[in-house]
């Protein structure tokens, strides 16, 4: 549909052959155009989930799945940790979320508690709603780095202005508020049976032995060293972006891993977790190029500058994000398509570009609750099938939607 749309815009100014062959161009170009940032998003994926395998951390999660003594608490417990999780890194959320999904569930079939697992592998999914507002938060970062795609047309935006915001703060704050408290009512009016469900086993990976004149100390060394040149800087959090994120995540998992040996092989399960950004995210890259170099990006640009206002603008940024994120399930390749749309028209009209890109943030991870591509390893993991979460995820969906449209009038 790109390449007809683009051939089709272009006729009015060549003929048909050469349009075409224009058309060809624009795509072989685009689709090269964001490999640093297909790398980025893939190292955010895959370093989050090397330290989601991390052995520790499996014993520290069967350790909180043994401290419920009931349906609720359960639920709570995986709930918050899923969200908390989740706004520290998506990848990191996703896994974390089903593993205590499943160890909460074999505990209670242990105890012989009655349970609900698809409540339970709904619950461990909130992590992939709330993410985009937190700390691995594709959009936010890729604007604040000095080098992102749209920085010739918006310039830099710091996360002063979208993730460290006051506002996002409230309305993130309040989604989890949300969440919690839908959480409460689904326990109240599910139901709950001594159920077994096997998922797929999950084989954490332990750390190495430290070598302390080896490989791991001299990586700590150059650790410690970088951070505090980071730290003496001022103006920390307007360097703050996804390069920064990502060395966070791979500083974390060095340290935690001690060795290389141990940490490539969590690496390579994260990377098999990300191939399907590999083959992707080139694909938008390319239709980014066809709608960007003929024209049509410019043209959706202006329909909405004529058919929206500065007070409604921040809605249909947020619903549109939602929409296009069930057709494209990636919140930085739907970014990439997007991104220079919702911010061309953002400062036509004069409006704070950050915020902006807060209200695509927020739709593209609420609508999430509806895509199943993502649930995808939380599904193999628990060995819940799609059917039995998805009516919990649909109630999700309708209370944070209503919430974060309410928020684009009230704060926006």
């Known amino acids: 549909m790109a390449f007809l749309a683009a051939i089709f815009n272009q006729s009015g100014a060549m003929e048909i052959p050469k349009a075409i062959g224009k058309t060809i161009e624009l795509w072989f170009d685009g689709f090269f155009s964001l490999l640093g940032f297909t790398l980025q998003m893939m190292m955010i994926l895959t370093l989050g989930y090397s330290l989601a395998l991390f052995e520790p951390v499996n014993r520290f999660l069967v350790r909180l799945a ?55 592998a709904a619950a461990g999914y909130l992590g992939m709603a709330i993410w985009h507002g937190g700390l691995s938060a594709s959009a936010p970062l890729a604007v604040a780095d000095q080098n992102h795609f749209l920085v010739q047309t918006t310039g830099v935006i710091s996360v002063e202005e979208t993730l460290f915001s006051g506002k ?10 949300v969440f919690v408290l839908t959480t409460l009512l689904l326990n109240k009016i599910s139901s709950k049976q001594d159920e077994k469900v096997e998922g797929v086993p999950f084989h954490p990976i332990s750390p190495g032995k430290e070598d302390r004149y080896g490989y791991y100390a001299g990586i700590f060394l150059i650790l410690v060293l970088v951070g505090i040149t980071f730290l003496s800087e001022k103006g920390i959090i307007q360097k703050f972006s996804l390069n920064w994120v990502i060395f966070l995540l791979l500083g974390l998992t060095l340290f935690f891993y001690k060795s290389s040996e141990r940490m490539i092989v969590s690496v390579g399960h994260g990377l098999k977790a990300s191939s399907e950004i590999f083959l992707q995210f080139p694909f938008y890259a390319g239709i980014l190029g066809l709608l960007g170099g003929s024209g049509i990006i410019r043209l959706i640009s202006e329909y909405l500058i004529n058919n929206t206002s500065e007070s409604t603008f921040p809605a249909v940024a947020f619903i549109s994000a939602a929409g296009v994120n069930l057709l494209i399930p990636s919140g930085g390749g739907q970014w990439a398509i997007q991104g220079e749309v919702l911010l061309l028209t953002a400062k ?17 991870q609420i609508s999430n609750l509806l895509q199943p591509f993502w649930a995808l390893p939380l599904l ?11 009516p919990y995820t649909f109630v999700y969906f309708l209370a944070g939607f209503g919430y974060l449209f309410l928020m684009m009038f009230v704060l926006f």
Request: aromatic content about 10%.
């Open 66 to 120: 043994s401290k419920p003594s009931n349906f609720m608490q359960g639920l709570l417990l995986v709930a918050l940790v899923t969200m908390v999780a989740g706004l520290f890194n998506w990848g990191f959320g996703l896994i974390i979320g089903a593993i205590l999904a499943k160890t909460v569930q074999k505990t209670f079939q242990n105890k012989g508690i009655p349970s609900n697992p698809g409540l339970l």
């Open 168 to 177: 996002n703060f409230v309305i993130s704050g309040g989604l989890f508020l």
């Open 348 to 364: 036509d009209l004069g409006m704070n570009l950050g915020e902006i890109v807060l209200a695509f943030a927020y739709g593209d």
């Open 380 to 390: 193999s993991i628990t060995g819940v099938p799609i059917r039995k979460i998805f």
